[in-house]
């Protein structure tokens, strides 16, 4: 509106989409609302729609601005959005798909959910209650010249073979320590399932802080996958570094030793 008054004649021809940002110069009350001159697009809006029934048409909020770090959780990857909402009609694009990490230079929470910017948009983290995206990360950035250890995970299937001891069972049990007497409860590898981990010896092969015995009764229930994945890990591994979940190697050259 041309001015602080609720009529028609006071109305331009510009219009506020849901989710846009702007940023307000002067603030004033009057009609039981509170009116907002804006820099851009220049004129007048409120926060309360006037007369009548309430009806919340603007929120003020904190624009915060820094880098922060996340990764997409959600099966179906997030679209890129113009504006900070919901709505189909504010979608521009694909963006970035399960398990991408994404870099983060503003954020806007709104309720229960904050607003990311990335490149090329807005995306969310939550959606009535849904994660979408996980963060912001613990991350570290090495110094130039840090030497990194990177440790390369296996792939192996789990092949019930008769004989093995835990044949007629659901799959082979999880050990707390690399000792066959050393049950974790009742966790256990479906058979035919496929499971990553770092080789202990030809015996045990370690998943997270479990084990999985690679033979029983001295039949081999682990076979090599082609499939493979790689971890890596920062030295020294004080507890900052060890509760990493993601190392920013910008233009590093990384050597990697494979052990079979």
């Not at 940023?23 to 004129?43: F, I, M, S, Y």
């Not at 997409?72 to 919901?86: E, K, P, S």
């Not at 954020?107 to 607003?115: A, D, P």
Request: proline letters at 6%; a positive charge.
């Amino acid at each position: 509106r041309s001015g602080p008054e609720y009529n028609h004649q006071n109305k331009l021809r510009t219009r506020l989409e849901e989710g846009e940002l702007v940023t307000v110069a002067e603030r004033c009350g009057g009609d039981g609302t509170t009116w907002l001159r804006l820099n851009w697009p220049q004129g007048w809006a409120f926060d309360v729609q006037p007369r009548g029934q309430a009806r919340l048409r603007m929120m003020e909020i904190t624009l915060e601005k820094g880098t922060w770090y996340y990764v997409v959780v959600t099966g179906n990857g997030i679209a890129l959005r113009n504006r900070c909402a919901f709505s189909d009609a504010c979608k521009i694009g694909e963006g970035p798909a399960k398990g991408s990490f994404v870099t983060v230079t503003q954020r806007v929470k709104v309720g229960e959910t904050t607003f990311l910017h990335t490149q090329g948009g807005w995306v969310f983290d939550c959606k009535q209650g849904r994660k979408l995206m996980d963060g912001p990360l613990a991350v570290i950035l090495p110094a130039p010249g840090t030497r990194m250890e990177v440790e390369a995970e296996r792939a192996f299937t789990v092949v019930n073979v008769p004989g093995n001891g835990e044949f007629s069972a659901k799959g082979p049990r999880y050990r707390c320590t690399p000792d066959l007497h050393d049950v974790d409860g009742n966790r256990y590898a479906p058979w035919g399932s496929i499971v990553h981990g770092v080789a202990v010896d030809q015996q045990w092969l370690k998943i997270g802080t479990r084990y999985l015995p690679q033979k029983l009764n001295g039949h081999r229930i682990l076979q090599p996958s082609p499939e493979a994945g790689v971890r890596l890990q920062s030295a020294p591994t004080d507890s900052k570094s060890a509760n990493t979940k993601f190392l920013i190697l910008p233009k590093a050259k990384v050597e990697v030793k494979m052990v079979v």
